[in-house]
């Protein structure tokens, strides 16, 4: 048993810089996502915190939890870093709740030294100077950060920060990467969806915070005993489990791959979205010449040669045997930042797409969002809705196959899609994004047509909350949940029928928030879901109000449902064509084919239908205890 018995929260007003700290008990809260619903509420901040297990020997428990309501979804939103929950427990808090704003943009300074008490202090900057400097936006933010406190830790700090795109749109990242002897290296992590680097700045005036220390407090390093509880489980010590579970991450011989970015290419076959998701009007065989030709043989095995083969991984900042972050020198590849913004843009080049890439994390922006953003204004330009110039472009982009250069039409549409996040991030852009991509799309659409808001795919939720959803072609990412564009839904490839969908989706908006809690990394939930209830009980004593607690969490988040039905004609079209490939591939069950009928008769009818039966499945788990 650990004699841990409250979460310390350090509350900062960033108006005043006045601080405190209080406790809350455990048992009454559990982690930053219970503890930081609670917060929220009360206070609107933003909250930043632990799991009770930061620090422990269990690998992917020290990510560092986000939490608020989100700038851009308008909803209570949950996002997380990797690895940089190792650093924040040497402070000996377990969240940081940041209310009030600072009077100009300013850097927040957090150490503390052994025992001593917490040192805070709030620096005003010059802000925009500082991200035209070095590697530019956020890594110039970073360093400069460094810079300017470092010398004041006596071990390596950890930095996140912010860049222009939370100062010019709603949904602006959070970025930082390990520090390795007082140098920043380049394994990016990304608290990315939910916007909370807009929330972070623009409504607490903070563009970064670094914190260290060398506090010392009681974490659970007993392996013998650990080995006990995965051995009674799995016949296996807890290394070899979770190697065994994290194999997709690191390298999986089936594939000759690994990463999402390498596992997901090598497996994707014709279920490949790219141009924006005109794919998903293609014939299969068409898909999958696009997925053989273009990905396999050319973006896939340019990553397997410059990152697998020479083994350039690295971790999020803590011991973990995933080595998740796969690099080529100073680029970091993962699968959804290099859809969006690779074969969703029309580029299947690793050249285009690490410039591309590189481009949108130094301005800070939502990886996935931006890249649905970027790769919607593409095609609109390319269907002639929109002129060029109206979006600070000169030319059209290339978003058909015939006769398309892998490398030289690829790097057209990345230069293309860097021209238009420099217009976005402009005082005066012709992209205004600062109320949302779907609002702009609405004012697009009532200058130049519908179809210009039909061929925008993402989720809405409330009057203007909206976000792109994650790459996968399946009804699950579309759902109508309390949040979205995160996995707290079924994002499997099998058809479901959308009632049992819903419940599907609510039984993972349970199991999702229960390891974020813990602040555990989900690439180890294969064990993490199944076991850590029961160590929490070895650890705390009370399995049954762990799980409770949990589960109230979960439906307090779906009381604030207010998703709503899809504004855009494409997703529902992803809907019918996803239904429509299940049929062509031998799924002949009565609902399948009574849903291509309901499409066939009536397309906007049948996917009310099916949105609604996805949110009375949800409801159905969901209730309030």
């Known amino acids: 048993m650990l004699e841990q018995s409250h979460l310390k929260t350090l509350f900062i007003d960033s108006e005043t810089g006045f601080y405190k700290v209080k406790r809350y008990e455990i048992g009454k809260a559990w982690g930053p996502v219970d503890l930081g619903i609670h917060l929220a509420k009360k206070h609107d901040s933003l909250n930043i915190g632990t799991g009770l297990l930061a620090g422990s020997i269990f690998p992917g428990s020290n990510r560092l939890i986000f939490n608020g309501f989100s700038p851009c979804w308008h909803g209570f939103f949950i996002s997380s870093m990797g690895g940089a929950g190792l650093i924040f427990d040497n402070l000996g808090i377990d969240m940081l709740s940041i209310v009030g704003k600072a009077n100009t943009p300013s850097i927040l300074y957090l150490n503390r030294n052994h025992g001593e008490e917490i040192e805070v202090e709030i620096v005003p900057v010059r802000l925009r100077k500082i991200w035209e400097e070095g590697?530019?936006?956020?890594?110039?933010?970073?360093?400069?950060?460094?810079?300017?406190?470092?010398?004041?830790?006596e071990n390596d700090p950890r930095v996140i920060a912010t860049g222009p795109a939370s100062l010019y749109t709603?949904?602006?990242a959070i970025g930082s990467a390990p520090i390795r002897k007082g140098n920043i290296t380049h394994a990016d992590c990304w608290a990315g969806r939910g916007g909370f680097g807009t929330k972070m700045l623009q409504q607490h005036g903070i563009a970064a915070i670094i914190y260290g220390g060398t506090f010392v407090d009681e974490d659970f390093r007993d392996r013998n005993v650990a080995d006990t509880w995965f051995k009674e489980r799995y016949q296996m010590k807890l290394s070899a489990k979770d190697m065994e579970a994290t194999t997709k991450y690191r390298y999986d011989p089936a594939f000759n791959t690994g990463g999402t970015f390498g596992v997901n290419y090598a497996t994707m076959k014709d279920n490949i979205i790219a141009f924006n998701y005109r794919t998903i009007y293609w014939s299969d065989e068409e898909r999958?010449?696009?997925?053989?030709?273009?990905?396999?043989n050319h973006y896939l095995k340019q990553f397997n040669e410059e990152t697998i083969e020479k083994k350039q991984q690295k971790t999020c900042g803590e011991p973990c045997a995933a080595v998740c972050k796969k690099l080529n020198g100073e680029f970091k590849k993962d699968y959804e930042p290099y859809q969006t913004m690779g074969p969703l843009c029309g580029i299947f080049d690793q050249r285009a797409a690490e410039l591309l890439n590189m481009k949108a994390d130094s301005l800070g922006f939502d990886a996935i969002s931006v890249g649905g953003v970027l790769s919607w204004l593409l095609e609109c330009v390319y269907e002639g809705l929109v002129k060029p110039e109206e979006l600070g472009l000169k030319d059209k982009p290339v978003f058909t196959t015939e006769n398309f250069d892998l490398v030289e039409d690829s790097m057209h549409n990345a230069n293309l899609a860097m021209q238009l996040l420099d217009e976005i991030v402009k005082p005066d852009s012709k992209i205004n994004l600062n109320e949302g991509a779907r609002k702009y799309a609405r004012n697009m659409a009532r200058k130049n047509g519908q179809k210009i808001m039909d061929m925008f795919v993402f989720n809405a939720f409330a009057r203007h909350g909206w976000i792109v959803p994650n790459q996968y072609w399946t009804p699950g990412v579309l759902s109508p949940m309390s949040i979205m564009g995160k996995y707290y839904m079924n994002y499997g490839k099998d058809f479901i029928e959308p009632r049992e969908l819903g419940r599907e989706n609510a039984r993972r908006m349970v199991k999702e928030p229960m390891i974020d809690n813990l602040g555990i990394c989900r690439f180890h939930r294969a064990w993490a879901e199944d076991l850590m209830p029961d160590i929490m009980d070895k650890l705390f004593g009370d399995k049954e109000g762990f799980l409770k607690s949990i589960a109230l969490t979960a439906s307090r988040i779906h009381s604030r449902n207010a998703s709503i039905f899809w504004e855009s004609e494409r997703n529902a079209d992803f809907i019918q064509t996803f239904i429509e490939k299940k049929i062509r591939e031998g799924d002949k069950s009565k609902a399948l084919v009574d849903w291509q009928k309901k499409f066939n008769e009536n397309k906007q009818e049948a996917a009310l239908e099916f949105w609604y039966e996805i949110h009375k499945g949800a409801h159905e788990v969901l209730r309030e205890f």
């Open 135 to 153: 590697r530019k936006g956020v890594y110039s933010l970073m360093q400069y950060a460094l810079d300017l406190f470092g010398d004041k830790y």
């Open 170 to 172: 709603d949904f602006g």
């Open 288 to 296: 999958a010449k696009l997925h053989e030709k273009f990905v396999l």
